[in-house]
């Protein structure tokens, strides 16, 4: 084999390699609520607020990104609320506003090795995040559920959450919020 012929076979093995590496990473979601249709159409108001998390480690970033891209796909959909508010709601009454509540509840950094069902797992970052619906006037839950985000080539970017992941949460969200009104 020449010099030429083994360069030649050298890139293309490597271009296939890279090419099946990035094939094999995807972006899957996964959402529940319960109920699964609550009646959302009396709220003239929405207030998001940044997300909690008891877990240590989990990116600062997401409980910021993730409600600003909620109140961003809310806005742009033109769901029917007056207001849509990362913030408090004053000038709307409180029994006519919702208050959406989330919390980070598992967050996996895509550097993590795992060893499942025999094999050694590497490069998935995953994101779960509780969402409560809540009526502001009386605290009362209108539906719960969880978003959860899990991206099979979080190692190759840097091991964590992408912003991709952060859209998609909020895609679920506001898909489910809309769904609803």
Not at 51 to 58: A, M
Not at 143 to 172: D, H, N, P, R
Request: charge should be negative; hydrophobic fraction near 40%; include cysteine.
């Amino acid at each position: 084999m020449n010099k030429n012929q083994f360069i030649g076979s050298s890139l293309s093995i490597l271009f296939l390699l890279l090419l099946s590496i990035t094939g094999c990473g995807s972006l899957k979601m996964t959402s529940f609520f319960n109920p699964q249709n609550p009646k959302l159409g009396k709220y003239k108001a929405i207030e998001i607020p940044d997300l909690e998390t008891e877990i240590p480690n989990v990116p600062n970033a997401a409980l910021t990104r993730i409600p600003d891209e909620v109140t961003k796909q809310l806005i742009s959909k033109n769901v029917g609320f007056q207001e849509i508010e990362r913030g408090s709601i004053e000038n709307i009454p409180q029994e006519l506003t919702l208050v959406l509540v989330g919390e980070i509840v598992g967050y996996e950094s895509g550097k993590s090795f795992k060893k499942e069902g025999g094999a050694l797992k590497f490069g998935e970052a995953s994101l779960t995040v509780h969402i409560w619906l809540l009526d502001k006037a009386t605290g009362n839950e209108l539906t719960s559920g969880e978003v959860s985000g899990l991206s099979t080539i979080g190692f190759l970017k840097s091991g964590y959450i992408t912003e991709g992941v952060y859209e998609a949460i909020a895609k679920e969200t506001v898909k489910f919020i809309s769904q609803n009104y």
